[in-house]
Structures are given as C-alpha cells and as structure tokens.
C-alpha cells in the first residue's frame, strides 16, 4: 500500500509526465498555480484631480533564489581594503538574491576558526541587514576525499567521546546559529560518506540512519524552530538508480524518528543540462517522499541561457521545490572556476542572463495602474514580500505587506500620501566611448527625500548597491563598473527611500570600443633584461606596428609613479636609470583619444660599480599565483595552501635576472596559517621548464607541466606554532632549479618562475598562508646570485661572400661558440639590415642596383644585452661593366615620352633592360622582340640601362599617363 501512494503521489506531483512534446506550457501552468496567489487591494480617498497612480511591487520573493559566500574571499577582500558591503562586485553581486548559504566556514574544521568563524557573523549579520536570508551549511561531513573530520575527532578510539563530540559540535553551532538561519545541511552526504559511521563508530550498515537520527534529533531540540536537511548528491544531476538507495536510507531514517524538513539534491552538473522530461522523471523520483526539496549546490558545465532556463523553469514548477542556490555565481570564486552567473571579470554569463530574465522579471510582479485608479483591485501576484506605493502630485505613501503567500488583502488610503519622493541623477556623466577593460566612475546625486539606497542598472540588471548608513541629506554614492565587453551600454540610478519609496534616474548611454591597439609597440628584444652598470642616461628606439593608433605613451616605474611626460606615438623614449640600483620594471603605456590601453613592460637591472653578487626578491601578486591540484582533480585558488595534501603551483612574475646569471642560492619562504597533523611530509619541487608559463590555475594542470630535471626534495619539519614564518618554513636551496631555467636559452629573459610541490604518497600536510587570505604573508621567493663578467668582446671575423644570383649574396662569418653568445646583427651601408637578432652566421640579401657598392659589417650579442664592437667591413662592388652614357641612345628609344599603353621598342637588341625611378628603385624588364612592356610603371623620368656583350648604355625615358 506504500508504494502504491508513493506512486500516486509522484503522478499527483507531475500530471504531464506524459506529456513530454508541450511541457513548458504545463510546467508554466504549474507555476502560475503554484506559486502565485491571490491578493487584494482595497482604496479610501481616491483623488479625483491631478496624476495619481498605485504600483503593487514585489520587493522579495517567497522562493528562495540563493548563493554561496565564501568566508575567506571576505576576508581577502577586507585585508585588501575593501569593507564588509563596500563598492566591490563581490559584495555587490549578493544583492540579486534572497538567500546566501556559507560554503566550507560552516562545516566542522572551518567552525574551529576562530578569526573566520567571527567574520562569518558579521556577515550573517550584513546580509540580515539587507533582508537576505541565512542558510547552513555541513555541520557533519564525513567526508575522507575532502579531509572533513577534524584530525582530533579522528584520533578518538572511544564511540562515546566521538559522540560527545559530535554533540558538543553540534549544540555549539546551534546555539549561535538558530536564529540567524532558516534551515542547515545538518549532515552532508550522509549515504555516500561514512567516515564517522563506519571507520570511528565501527557501526553496521543498517545502523548508519538510526545513528544520524540521534544527531538530528538532538538538533531539533537544541534549535527547535530550524528547518533541518538532508543533502545529498546524485539525486537530480546523475540518471542513475541512486534514489533508490538515497530513498532506503531515508525510510530507515525516519522509522528511527529522525527528524527531516528538507531533501538537499545538491545539482553538480559535468555534462550538458539533461532535457525536461529527464529532468522531470528525476524530480520525481524523489518527489514520492513528499517531503519539501530544495536544490542546495547548482553549477553546472556550459554557460546556456537555454539550458538555465530549462533547470529553472522545471524546478520552480515542482510544488515541493522550496529553493534553488547557485554554488557559486562568480567564476572568480567557485570550487569549478565556472560560477553559472558571473565571468571572472564579472561579465554576464548567457546563463546568468537567464537568472536575471527570470527571476526579476518574468516570475516577478511589478504593476503600475495610472490612469485612473479604483476602489478595489483583485490580483494574482507571484508569493513573497510587497510594497504598495501610492503617489498624487508628486508624493507618495508606501504600503508594506509581507508574506503574501496564501493570499493577502490591504486597504490603502490616499490620504495618508504626503512624504516627498526622492530623486536621483548622475552628478558625474560617463563619456560617450569607453575602451575594453577600463575602469569607469559613475557618481548620483540624490534630491527630495533622503535616500535609503542607491542602485546601479547596467542594460537594465542590477550591478551594485551603496546604502547610507550616515543618512545623510544628500547621499552621493559612487560607483565603479569595468567596460568588460564591447557593445551598447545604458545606466540608470534608481533611488530608496527610508519608507521604500522608490524613484529612477535618466537613462545614459556609452559606447564600449574594442581595444584595437594591442601589439602597436613593443620593446626590442636586445633592450629587454639589460644588466647594466652605468647610470648613464639611455635611449630606446620602440619597434612600432606599421599601422596603429596609439597618440600618447607614458613610462611608470614599478610602484606606478609617472617617469616622464608623455611621450609621442613613434618618439624614442629616454631612461635614467640613476640611483634605481637592483632589478627595475618600467611600464610603458600606450593610449588613443578615446582610453584604450596598451602596455609593454621595460626589464633593467642596475648594479653598483664593482658589485658583482645581487639578491631578488619576488612576491606573489594575485591568488591566481598561489593554487593548488587536488589529488582528486580541479584546481582550487582560495583558503591555505595545503602542502603534502595536494599539489601545490606558485607563480612569480620575475625580472632582471639575465641568462647566464650564477644562481648562489634560492629559497621559498612560508607562512604557517594553522596547527596541522604532526609526521613525515617528503615533498619533490621543481618548476615548469616551458618558454614562458601560464598561471597556475590555467591548463595545463600543474602535473601535466613539463618539469625540470633538477628536483629539489624538501623534509618538512611539523609546523606547531600558528603565523610562524621560521627557518622551518623555508625551503631547502632550490638555486639549482633556477639555475637550470636561466640556462634554457629557449626562455625569455623575464619569463615568470613557476614553482610545482609535488607530495610523496603518505605526506602529512602543511598549512601554509596563500595570497588571497593574507598578502603580506604569502610566498616569496629569494635568489642570490652573481655575474661573473659584463664585456663582450666576440666580434664577428671573416666576413666574406658568395654571389648566389645577379644582385643575390650569401654573407657568411665566422661562428661564435662562447656560452654567452646570444645572436647577431648585420649592417648594410650603416643601416641595420635583420629585424631580429639572427641565430646562424650567414644571411642572403638581395639588393638592388642602387645599393652598390655594398658595405658590410656585423656584431654579436650577449646575453647581458650587450653588442661587441663591428667587425671588419666588407665591400662588394657592382659586378656590371661601368655605366657609359650615350647620348645616341635616345634615338634607340621610341617614342619618347611614352603614353597610352607604354610599349617602347628598341633598336639595340637586348636580353633586358633595368629601368631605375627617381627614388632609385629598380625595375626589371625582360624584353621581347625588342619591345619593352612599361603599363604597370607611374609617370615619370626613368633611367635606362641595356647591357649588350661588354659595354652598357644609358640613357632616360619619359613615362607620361593620362
């Protein structure tokens, strides 16, 4: 008989199963049904004079639209100077949702951080402030793949002190949570991790349900009014049986008395979104239980506006579905680096487009009734919180009716209107056109009432939010938006008052331009890295794109400050290196009329006179530059490092440090960020030995890398004292490594250093600070090393020639073998004749008649950035007999001048002739029955040489085009 009504309630659940070819006209029906009711609204002294209207708007939604906050993302964020709310997308970002829950702080070890733990409450507290609902997250996880069982709770051999400790766990996170949260993931995973269950407890299969039974039990009495969750995975994102194991589980569960309000179906999705029916034929397979669901960690593989609104659209029509959290909305932060809403650049994804079309637009109710307004309005509006806003002749009294969820009723009068509406505009106006990629400031000015808030809208989505705490008269918030894409963008400010009285801005527009400069300039490579020991001042000729658009360029140093004045597009640019001893990285930027940007970076290193030992310094600079591969797959950019547990990649951006450099000794120190597991921790360093390594969390993944030979095995002492950064957390001299990687002449000069921490198998971990929890602690890398000599004196000998064809040579010289040697330039009349430095010890040139005759010299270069002196020079004369002029050659030429077609005919019978322009460039013509084709040639004088047995004659023709 169960079954039987399990059966009839999944059919009651979903009546068009069967109906697979038209299931969004019923799943929208089922919306409209379901999560919709009826509200009305009744009027008293309605005018009957002036503009009057009343707006029924939901201000909040009755379905739970969720994410995730990242503890430590926060606390990166706070160390680099933005405040808990402050103008930051990722404070800003929470605003389009209802409901937040807290990723890994709320699970147990990340409980026991005391400083993160704090930070979690003053977040919870931020987002209560602003009406967004808290939800919890892994109090219980006995996950072994993901290390979730504190290493105390793991070390416990008595099943009474574990579960006491489970208790006290649990009592502890209910007491400060219960009335701070809606529901909590009490247990996490229950069916597919058993750590506690089965490892520590030693306990039966059949026994694991009644054990968490006891747990939740004891959390509801502890936190009675709770909504408390099983959540789990494989129940909507995988087809396979497992529900039906999920479903034994929770009957054993139950008949033990466990309490349960909630069925967490996690929805990781590593494929493409399954079609509705598939996705209905899953919702219903655990729709049976009858017990409310809510899809707890949504991501998922393609960024499709289809498929979001597909997953969307099929679980907002189950009646039973309560919520719908995104794991992660900003690339930036998310466990897959592939946040469903935002790009890391916090570009709208087509899927977050979705979100936003749905959730605040189509699934939400916002009705203006201006012309004429009546006594009585009977409405079905989506479920959630509303303001009723009536305004005559310019103010306004808002209505606040929450909870309108089994249908709402409210009488407004007109009467009572008498607050002034607020007001807002842009007190500073952006320009028309922007660039890609460049930062933006758009400031509003309030009027009227005080304003509560401020909102921005970009192309009609909220981007961000200021609040005025100070309440002041004349709130001016400022706002910073990143021109991420190229298109058509508008902005429009809307306005709160303190009673929700709202009010919206005029619309600007800009344009945001590709960025059409890249690769309009670039510093030589011969310039670049230079070691020098002279604080002379020195010039650098820029290599310039034939065509760019590039009108001004400016030279920063390292700390941003502006070296010079900004120079012309094609202007040599000047460097004085005096008194900037050590390494140095010039930034030079290229600007057009209109903001976009172009940068090259400049490498120099200055020593003092005589010193021949220097010492780098580098830092990591982003939490992109410190990640780590887990063993299990995935690259993970937040919280500590765990050495030992997973492989570790460290990127430093490095310059100044020349091929051929003596490395004396390297480390890499660290900072302990916690109290780990005490043993043996063997880890293997090297580094990606490719020409110029990519970040760290891109692919290829630090163990597919090409690796040095030179591997480094570092013995970790136990790290016992929180903060330290001791001897014990610096690596052994790993100045071998890099000194294998300078000597690749396959590397640039400054390509960054990309460290790999490889654990043996059995490694217990290491805790280490990364970047994006504290910067000022993250890795650094230091090297020492020295240069043992500055000169170059490998001039090129023996230069010589072999004429491959008339006007064609090869040019050849003696090869340099010395280790220091990096390349060759050639000189041709004094004017540098390669592009690049060549490589080999020959050259063919083809020149032309007026080159003659050739003088030829070359240099060679170090790897210090230095030239040798010129080599001998080498001339070649013209291998034709003398020019002879004769005046009786104008009578072999006919006609002269040439028109119309230029067809010229000669009395001399020759092979070819030379016609060389008044810029003296040369024309070859071959001629045929003594008649020489000249169409393609401009107007014009042109010499003529014809070349008959030993003698050349010269004359000129005169080449006239209509």
């Known amino acids: 008989m169960k079954k039987l009504f399990l059966l009839f309630t999944a059919m009651a659940f979903f009546p068009f199963l069967g109906m697979a070819q038209d299931w969004e006209t019923e799943a929208n029906e089922r919306i409209n049904q379901h999560r919709k009711t009826m509200l009305t609204i009744k009027t008293l002294n309605v005018p009957t004079d002036g503009e009057t209207s009343l707006r029924v708007k939901l201000k909040k939604h009755h379905f739970r639209w969720g994410t995730t906050v990242n503890i430590n993302q926060v606390k990166s964020l706070e160390a680099r100077g933005y405040a808990l709310g402050s103008d930051h997308p990722y404070f800003n970002h929470f605003m389009n949702f209802n409901s937040v829950t807290v990723e890994n702080t709320g699970k147990w070890k990340g409980w026991r951080n005391e400083v993160n733990r704090a930070l979690y409450g003053r977040v919870r507290a931020w987002f209560m402030e602003r009406g967004i609902d808290n939800r919890g997250h892994g109090t219980i996880w006995e996950s072994t793949r993901f290390n979730a069982v504190p290493n105390d709770v793991l070390a416990m051999e008595d099943p009474e002190e574990i579960r006491q400790s489970i208790y006290d766990h649990i009592e502890d996170q209910m007491a400060e949570l219960q009335h701070e949260i809606y529901e909590i993931d009490l247990v996490n995973e229950p069916v597919n991790e058993v750590k506690i269950v089965k490892d520590l407890l030693k306990l039966s299969e059949e026994d694991y349900a009644k054990e968490r039974a006891e747990w939740y039990k004891f959390a509801r009495e502890k936190a009675p009014d709770l909504k408390l969750v099983i959540n789990e995975y494989n129940l909507i994102q995988s087809g396979n049986d497992f529900h039906l194991q999920f479903g034994e589980y929770l009957n054993a569960y139950i008949d033990a008395g466990g309490p349960v309000d909630v069925i967490g179906m996690q929805g990781h999705f590593w494929s493409s979104m399954p079609a509705a029916e598939e996705l209905l034929k899953r919702l219903s397979e655990v729709a049976v239980h009858g017990i409310p669901m809510h899809v707890t960690e949504f991501d998922m593989k393609e960024s499709s506006y289809e498929e979001m609104e597909r997953i969307m659209t099929v679980c907002f029509a189950e009646p039973l579905m309560e919520g719908f959290t995104i794991w992660g909305a900003w690339s930036g932060n998310q466990w897959r680096n592939n946040g469903p809403i935002y790009k890391a650049d916090w570009e709208l994804k087509e899927s977050g487009k979705a979100y936003f079309d749905l959730v605040h637009d189509k699934w939400s109710t916002d009705l203006a009734f201006e012309d004429g307004v009546a006594d009585e309005y009977q409405l079905r509006v989506f479920k959630g919180d509303y303001d009723i806003i009536l305004e005559h002749e310019g103010k306004v009294k808002v209505y606040r009716l929450d909870e309108v969820i089994d249908g709402g009723q409210i009488t407004v009068d007109f009467a009572e209107v008498s607050e002034l509406k607020p007001s807002v505009n842009f007190s500073s106006v952006p320009a028309e056109r922007y660039c890609v990629d460049t930062d933006m400031t758009i400031s509003a000015a309030t009027g009227g009432a005080t304003a509560a808030k401020v909102r921005l809208f970009v192309n009609g989505y909220l981007y961000a939010e200021e609040v005025n705490t100070a309440d002041e008269a ?149 939490q992109n530059h410190d990640v780590e591969e887990k063993l299990t797959g995935g690259i993970d950019m937040l919280g500590d490092l765990d050495i030992g547990e997973n492989i570790v990649g460290l990127y430093f951006e490095h310059f100044g440090l020349p091929h051929g450099a003596v490395v004396d000794s390297a480390f890499i120190q660290f900072s302990n960020d916690r109290d780990d597991r005490p043993g043996s921790s063997i880890i293997n360093i090297y580094a990606d030995n490719s020409a110029e390594p990519v970040d760290t969390h891109r692919n290829p993944y630090l163990s597919k890398r090409p690796a040095t030979e030179t591997v480094v095995q570092w013995d970790i002492p136990y790290w016992d004292k929180a903060q330290d950064r001791l001897p014990e957390q ?144 080498l001339t070649i004369e013209d291998p034709r007999p003398p020019l002879v002029a004769d005046e009786n050659l104008f009578g072999l030429i006919s006609p002269n001048p040439v028109q119309d077609q230029c067809e010229i005919l000669l009395e001399v019978p020759v092979a070819y002739v030379l016609m060389v322009d008044a810029m003296g460039r040369s024309h070859k013509r071959t001629v045929m029955d003594q008649q020489l084709q000249c169409a393609d040639l401009n107007s014009g004088i042109y010499r003529l040489m014809l070349y008959k047995a030993d003698h050349t004659f010269i004359g000129k023709v005169n080449i006239l085009k209509q």
């Open 474 to 622: 004349n709130f001016s918030p400022t706002f910073n938006w990143l021109a991420q894409s190229a298109g058509d963008y508008e902005f429009q400010f809307e306005v709160e008052s303190a009673s929700g009285i709202l009010n919206r801005s005029e619309v600007h527009q800009c344009q945001v331009l590709n960025n059409n400069i890249e690769n309009s300039f670039s510093v030589p490579a011969e310039k670049q890295g230079m070691l020098l020991t002279s604080e002379e001042v020195f010039e650098i000729e820029l290599d310039w794109a034939a065509v760019h658009r590039v009108e001004k360029l400016s030279v920063y140093d390292h700390e941003g400050n502006l070296l010079e004045p900004a120079y012309g597009a094609n202007e040599a640019i000047s460097v004085d290196p005096a008194g900037r001893f050590g390494n140095n990285r010039y930034v030079l930027v290229g600007e057009n009329d209109y903001g976009c940007t172009v940068s090259e970076l400049l490498l120099f290193t200055l020593l003092k006179e005589g010193e021949t030992e220097n010492h780098i310094e580098l830092q990591i600079h982003h």
């Open 730 to 873: 610096r690596t052994p001299n790993i100045g071998p490594i890099i000194q294998e990687l300078i000597d690749n002449k396959g590397r640039k000069p400054y390509s960054p250093f990309v460290f790999i921490l490889n654990p043996e198998e059995g490694a217990a971990k290491r805790a280490a600070t990364s970047y994006d929890l504290f910067p000022s602690r993250a890795p650094s890398l230091s090297i020492y090393f020295h240069v043992v000599s500055f000169e170059n004196t490998f001039v090129p000998q023996n230069l010589r020639y072999e004429q491959l064809a008339e006007d064609e040579y090869k040019i050849q010289w003696n090869n340099i073998s010395d280790g220091n040697f990096t390349g060759y330039d050639l000189y041709l009349n004094d004017e540098q004749w390669n592009d690049s430095l060549l490589q080999v010890n020959e050259a063919v040139l083809k020149v032309q008649v007026s080159d003659y005759p050739l003088m030829l010299t070359a240099t060679s270069s170090n790897i210090y950035g230095q030239s040798s002196d010129f080599s001998e020079v």
